[in-house]
């Protein structure tokens, strides 16, 4: 179920970004570098998107389109979000070492949840709050799994 979100992600960066010079559809952006499933996307204009979680094994986007905030195309209240923290996120995903073992993907998922929570940060109104904690909460829930937690604090 990763490896399908994953290549959703991929797709729809690709279809962003288009093809690298010299190169087809293949996951990697402009630069030739691997665009991993959390990887930020640069397009025309002032617009940038970012997978920001996998729920349900579909990827979650966040996109910044001339300063307003999109969660899967849908427009949010997230105020003074810039180009500059969504780049300091890509970077931070991008810094860590690809692998496929189960760790892995813990770190990235603590790493989102960490950007999640700025985001809630600077969320008005309560549907957008709403919302952007049932993203943590999936997020967050994957990190405890790999810790070996399971959320029952009373045993």
Not at 39 to 65: F, Q, R, S, W, Y
Not at 105 to 130: P, Q
């Amino acid at each position: 179920m990763l490896a399908k979100a994953r290549a959703a992600c991929k797709s729809r960066l690709d279809e962003s970004l288009g093809p690298a010079p010299g190169q087809g559809r293949t996951g990697l952006d402009r630069a030739g570098q691997v665009c991993h499933y959390a990887a930020i996307a640069i397009t025309k204009g002032k617009t940038m998107e970012v997978c920001i979680a996998v729920m349900h094994g579909k990827p979650v986007m966040l996109k910044l389109l001339d300063g307003v905030v999109y969660l899967d195309n849908e427009p949010q209240p997230i105020k003074h979000l810039g180009e500059e923290e969504l780049a300091a996120f890509s970077e931070a995903i991008r810094a860590t070492p690809p692998g496929a073992e189960p760790g892995h993907e813990a770190l990235l998922n603590a790493k989102r949840a960490a950007f999640i929570v700025t985001l809630l940060g600077k969320a008005v109104g309560d549907e957008c709050i709403s919302t952007l904690t049932h993203i943590l909460e999936h997020v967050h829930a994957d990190v405890l799994e790999y810790l070996g937690e399971n959320g029952d604090h009373n045993a």
